[in-house]
T-cell receptor, first 117, second 114 residues
Framework: AQTVTQSQPEMSVQEAETVTLSCTYD???????LFWYKQPPSRQMILVIRQEAYKQQNATENRFSVNFQKAAKSFSLKISDSQLGDAAMYFCAYRSTFYNAGNMLTFGGGTRLMVKP | DADVTQTPRNRITKTGKRIMLECSQTKGHDRMYWYRQDPGLGLRLIYYSFDVKDINKGEISDGYSVSRQAQAKFSLSLESAIPNQTALYFC?????????????FGPGTRLLVL
């Protein structure tokens, strides 16, 4: 079974600065998907960025980018020019490409990001 | 306008009571999911359904049951609620676009079992 670990329960960043959230995972599969989800106080789960394991290029979405290290099984999220609205819980998630896995997302425990004005 | 809605948003119940959490979607997606979120554990899959006649157990299905009444509706029941089922519950749908799957989450139901 796959596991996802987020070793930083809480992080803080100064507004306009850059912060990196860590995620590691364990899998025996060679092809899979990785995701970062944001959960603001409204509780809504919002997809921030996704990475396909067979793609070597790191995904980027505006101020959000990832550092995907497949051999190290590491998938960190970098938030540039942090804004107050970035304050939220961030979850790293893994999904197998195998149909029998039910497209289940396996989540890490989350990192709470605080943004200081 | 919310594409995935959950009712109720918050619920307090007592041990032993039967309760139902409801989920509706207007996205027209075949695949629907129920997750629970506990502090420090992220979200874990309870049940999933690929269509009205296809329902499958997830990682933590014990103590729960589901009903897929229609493509748009997927309900989660706790037959006899217990305090360790206190959690935040999420419904989700998913679709495939351009070879990629995306899951869309509802706003969550916060359940407290006394």
């Amino acid at each position: 079974a796959q596991t996802v670990t987020q070793s930083q329960p809480e992080m803080s960043v100064q507004e306009a600065e850059t912060v990196t959230l860590s995620c590691t995972y364990d899998t025996s599969e060679s092809d899979y998907y990785l995701f970062w989800y944001k959960q603001p106080p409204s509780r809504q789960m919002i997809l921030v960025i996704r990475q396909e394991a067979y793609k070597q290029q790191n995904a980027t979405e505006n101020r959000f980018s990832v550092n995907f290290q497949k051999a190290a099984k590491s998938f960190s999220l970098k938030i540039s020019d942090s804004q107050l609205g970035d304050a939220a819980m961030y979850f790293c998630a893994y999904r197998s490409t195998f149909y029998n896995a039910g497209n289940m997302l396996t989540f890490g425990g989350g990192t709470r990001l605080m943004v200081k004005p | 306008d919310a594409d995935v809605t959950q009712t109720p948003r918050n619920r307090i119940t007592k041990t032993g009571k039967r309760i139902m959490l409801e989920c509706s979607q207007t996205k027209g997606h075949d695949r629907m999911y129920w997750y629970r979120q506990d502090p420090g554990l992220g979200l874990r899959l309870i049940y999933y359904s690929f269509d009205v006649k296809d329902i499958n157990k997830g990682e933590i299905s014990d103590g729960y049951s589901v009903s897929r009444q229609a493509q748009a509706k997927f309900s989660l029941s706790l037959e006899s609620a217990i305090p360790n089922q206190t959690a935040l519950y999420f419904c989700a749908t998913s679709d495939w676009t351009e070879g990629q799957e995306t899951q869309y989450f509802g706003p969550g139901t916060r359940l407290l079992v006394l």
